[in-house]
């Protein structure tokens, strides 16, 4: 029976930890569940290398890979050098061309480079980057959520977010997007699963819809 079993890894998203899927919920007889978490890059490490090494503590084999947010561009980079199942990306971008403005402005600019030291140790401004609000009152859910705040890790973040050049969509990932996102707010166009009223942590609020809709997306036929 074990063999028959999905194994499901997660990633999350810019700054958060892999908390973000706590009420992600599948059918244990079919499913289980790995959640990934960042590690701190090495000095000048591209993405492609850090996907490299994220692979590396995937312990199964044909597995279904799904990341939120710039998590969901780690995983089409994975997805490059694995064999997978399936792929799932959530709330995020199905190439560079979807990146808003502010985003492509940041690239050409370079002013990524200066971005980072303002967000490390301020909560409201890491929740606007990583979330695309602010706290108001959720104060304590963004402490739980955003605990990734190393310095190293923001630089090379934000940089690989406004840098990536993929041209065009991965063919075989599955994009869910929420029609509310306004951290990406054009990757609702072409080839994508569109949840209404779904925001850019819709992962967490409309986890209902992915508990229901996630084993039937990863059964059926590709």
Same mark, same amino acid.
């Given at each position: 029976?074990?063999?028959? +079993? +999905?194994?499901?890894?997660?990633?999350?998203?810019?700054?958060?930890?892999?908390?973000?899927?706590? %009420?992600?919920?599948?059918?244990?007889?079919?499913?289980?569940?790995? /959640?990934?978490?960042?590690?701190?890059?090495?000095?000048?490490?591209?993405?492609?290398?850090?996907?490299? @090494? #994220?692979?590396?503590?995937?312990? %199964?084999?044909?597995?279904?890979?799904?990341?939120?947010?710039?998590?969901?561009?780690? !995983?089409?980079?994975?997805?490059?050098? #694995?064999?997978?199942?399936?792929?799932? !990306?959530?709330?995020?971008?199905?190439?560079?061309?979807?990146?808003? *403005? @502010?985003?492509?402005?940041?690239?050409?600019?370079?002013?990524? *480079?200066?971005?980072?030291?303002?967000?490390?140790?301020?909560?409201?401004?890491?929740?606007?980057?990583?979330?695309?609000?602010?706290? *108001?009152? @959720?104060?304590?859910?963004?402490?739980?959520?955003?605990?990734?705040?190393?310095?190293?890790?923001?630089? /090379?973040?934000?940089?690989?977010?406004?840098? /990536?050049?993929?041209?065009?969509?991965?063919?075989?990932?599955?994009?869910?997007?929420?029609?509310?996102?306004?951290?990406?707010? %054009?990757?609702?166009?072409?080839?994508?699963? +569109?949840?209404?009223?779904?925001?850019? +942590? #819709?992962?967490?609020?409309?986890?209902? /819809?992915?508990?229901?809709?996630?084993?039937?997306?990863?059964?059926?036929?590709?």
């Amino acid at each position: 029976m074990k063999d028959k +079993i +999905i194994h499901i890894y997660m990633m999350p998203g810019m700054a958060a930890n892999p908390s973000i899927f706590e %009420h992600i919920k599948l059918p244990e007889n079919q499913f289980e569940i790995h /959640w990934l978490e960042w590690k701190i890059p090495t000095k000048n490490e591209s993405l492609e290398a850090y996907a490299k @090494r #994220m692979i590396a503590d995937i312990k %199964h084999e044909d597995i279904v890979l799904l990341g939120v947010s710039f998590g969901g561009i780690l !995983v089409q980079e994975m997805s490059k050098y #694995m064999s997978l199942k399936k792929l799932f !990306v959530v709330s995020s971008v199905k190439s560079h061309h979807e990146l808003p *403005k @502010r985003l492509k402005l940041l690239k050409y600019t370079k002013a990524y *480079k200066i971005l980072p030291t303002q967000l490390v140790g301020n909560i409201d401004m890491l929740a606007k980057y990583a979330f695309g609000e602010t706290i *108001k009152k @959720r104060v304590e859910l963004y402490k739980k959520y955003l605990s990734v705040n190393d310095k190293t890790y923001l630089d /090379w973040a934000i940089k690989q977010v406004v840098c /990536w050049d993929q041209e065009t969509p991965n063919k075989d990932a599955i994009y869910i997007h929420g029609d509310k996102d306004i951290v990406f707010p %054009h990757s609702c166009e072409g080839n994508c699963i +569109i949840i209404k009223g779904g925001t850019h +942590i #819709m992962i967490i609020n409309k986890y209902k /819809w992915f508990n229901e809709n996630l084993p039937k997306l990863i059964l059926q036929s590709s």
